[in-house]
């Protein structure tokens, strides 16, 4: 099989390969096969240097692998600081890894010379800081001089802030760019001269804002997406001017902010072909966000809007209803969990009927919806999703936000009767399996089984624990049909997991776990 496979044309095993991205063992498998499959598998494994090094065992090796690629006036510059390093890789690397990096994190870099080298240089060496900032900023510059790099962040560095980039040419083809507002002017000053086509700017604002960094912002010709993240006590207002040039073509925004709600939002209205807009507001005190801005933006229009995100709390609810009023109609992603601490102050903030309310919002307005996230949680609001299935034909996708136990058996129902022929993946939010009645499963899955035309299901289930319960006992469940007693002896959520391998083996369903992740990481929090 492994003779075949490499007989295949460059691009096509490329392709092949590829599939595995995310498949750390099978890459790593492939290394062992041959140069060719090695290669392939070495540019994937490296386009993220995080990949390879976020475990300090791997990040020992890692430090060694790019010790033995710098060049050789680095490595005699590190020699002639006196700065020895016990057990470096001996062999030549086969590979030039730097050339394969297209995203590079500075912090992250740091962070593994600054391990690597705690053991190396003593207590007895001077100036011990400078050593390892020397050693990284030659190993930034062997990543920077690559023409492959695409991403660069660059937030808290725990040792000095002003490595040196001019004249560097990974720089200049640089498409996305992360960073705190408070790094050195003179930093900001060298991407400005040499970087100008940035597609995607991301900002955590600190107390400092230098103007350097308005300056960057200004100077870009094709700023496509931009992300503004605050706390509280600080601001994007400073930077505000800085965005006019690009005000047509920025097509995706991201504004987060935490336990600050007095920051402007008109500005946004300059977006007039805003594509994507996610409103990450989040407060430990009240259950929706009140910004007096969102008050004057629910009444733009944004022609182009597809996707609307809020993950934490809502701008006030009839604010984001007449928002939804306004642009709905084009609307083809949204998500919306109406206040993550809706639960804690519900009779206070939150009026009776409200969630249903937000919910009917979206299933007048947005017609054209394909995917939607929504957080439910009572059986009154699960009935508002028959409204929503029927008013959005395209959707495909939905994720429910499981607030109850028994709800299940309600939402199965209502997606067997109500769903259109293209929806096709059902999403449990804060869920468990052993939460799902075993007989409403069984009853959905033949529902569906009987669908016509017949679509193959997704069914997810994202939980809040940290063990996969589906790969922990699918290779326990029962299968010996002769076993009388085996039915009455499983668990309900074993029952769940025999009903759910019978229905994959007839290509009904495909199933999986997930555990709930981070909100930058999760997949079904923001597609």
Request: glycine letters at 2%; a neutral charge.
């Amino acid at each position: 099989m492994t003779c075949k496979l490499t007989t295949l044309p460059f691009d096509c095993l490329h392709e092949i390969i590829e599939y595995f991205e995310k498949d750390r063992i099978t890459l790593h498998s492939c290394l062992l096969v041959n140069r060719l499959l090695c290669e392939i598998s070495v540019k994937i494994l490296w386009r993220d240097i995080k990949d390879i090094s976020s475990y300090k065992t791997s990040s020992l090796s890692f430090f060694n692998t790019i010790i033995a690629c710098l060049p050789n006036e680095s490595k005699e510059l590190i020699f002639n600081n006196e700065i020895f390093i016990s057990k470096p890789t001996l062999q030549s690397p086969l590979f030039n890894y730097a050339k394969f990096c297209k995203k590079l994190s500075i912090t992250d870099i740091s962070k593994i010379i600054n391990y690597s080298l705690g053991n190396e240089l003593t207590i007895n060496q001077i100036n011990i800081e400078d050593k390892k900032y020397l050693i990284t900023n030659e190993v930034i510059k062997m990543f920077m001089n690559q023409a492959s790099l695409k991403i660069l962040t660059y937030c808290y560095c725990p040792l000095k802030n002003n490595y040196s980039f001019s004249c560097l040419p990974g720089i200049r083809n640089l498409s996305e760019f992360q960073c705190n507002s408070n790094l050195s002017s003179d930093f900001f000053h060298q991407l400005s001269q040499i970087c100008h086509n940035l597609q995607s700017i991301s900002i955590s604002f600190e107390n400092d804002i230098s103007n350097k960094l308005k300056e960057l912002i200004s100077l870009q010709n094709n700023l496509k997406s931009l992300t503004l993240r605050v706390r509280s006590g600080t601001s994007w207002k400073k930077i505000i001017p800085s965005l006019t040039k690009n005000s047509n073509k920025l097509t995706k925004l991201h504004l987060h902010s935490e336990n600050n709600d007095n920051l402007p939002l008109s500005f946004i209205s300059l977006f007039t072909n805003l594509q994507e807009f996610k409103f990450s507001f989040l407060s430990y005190f009240v259950s929706y966000i009140n910004i007096k801005d969102f008050e004057k933006l629910q009444h733009i229009n944004f022609p182009k809007l597809q996707t609307l995100k809020i993950p934490y709390q809502c701008p006030k609810p009839e604010y984001l209803m007449k928002f939804l009023e306004i642009n709905g109609k084009n609307l083809r992603r949204v998500y919306i969990c109406e206040g993550i601490c809706e639960g804690i102050f519900n009779t206070v903030f939150n009026p009776k009927g409200l969630n249903k309310n937000l919910i009917l919002s979206i299933a007048n307005f947005c017609p054209n919806l394909e995917r939607l996230s929504v957080r439910i949680n009572s059986g009154e609001s699960y009935n508002t999703l028959e409204t929503i299935f029927n008013n959005c034909q395209y959707l495909e996708f939905i994720s429910v936000w499981c607030g109850k136990k028994d709800m299940t058996g309600i939402l199965f129902d209502i997606v067997a009767t109500y769903s259109s022929k293209y929806f096709c993946e059902l999403v449990l939010y804060n869920s468990n399996l052993y939460l799902i009645n075993s007989k409403d499963l069984e009853l959905f899955l033949i529902s569906w089984k009987n669908r016509k035309p017949k679509k193959l299901l997704t069914l997810v289930i994202i939980r809040n624990t940290t063990i996969d319960e589906y790969e922990e006992y699918k290779g326990n469940i029962i299968n010996d049909e002769n076993n009388e007693d085996s039915h009455d002896e499983l668990s309900n959520r074993d029952q769940n997991l025999k009903i759910i391998e019978e229905y994959k083996k007839l290509d009904i369903i495909k199933f999986r776990i997930e555990n709930i992740k981070e909100e930058e990481e999760s997949e079904y929090y923001f597609y």
